[in-house]
């Protein structure tokens, strides 16, 4: 059964912030990989469960996307209930882990 894929605002503002530090909009492989990975977002509504959960909380779980070095990670929640996934925070997988600030 499909998930209904919720990009929160602070989620939005990460993607946001991605696409102007890639300069998405002066470089046409820079708007492939963006497009790219706002596809692999949308695509959680398919099986989210098949992403690990975060170290941070088992009841979070992340999507990497990417190659090394530029590896993102969407960091989601899963509603069984609703049938929903909610994409909380994108970050680079090299920063360090996340804190519950860090997902306002």
Request: glycine share 6%.
């Amino acid at each position: 059964m499909a998930y209904r894929v919720n990009i929160t605002p602070r989620a939005q503002r990460d993607l946001e912030d991605l696409y102007r530090a890639i300069a998405a909009d002066r470089s046409g492989e820079a708007l492939s990989w963006y497009r790219g990975f706002r596809r692999a977002l949308l695509g959680l509504g398919t099986y989210p469960n098949r992403c690990p959960a975060t170290p941070e909380s088992a009841v979070l779980r992340h999507l990497l996307y990417g190659r090394k070095p530029h590896i993102y990670r969407a960091i989601f929640r899963i509603s069984e209930k609703k049938k929903e996934v909610d994409v909380l925070h994108i970050r680079h997988r090299a920063r360090q882990t996340i804190k519950a600030g860090d997902l306002i």
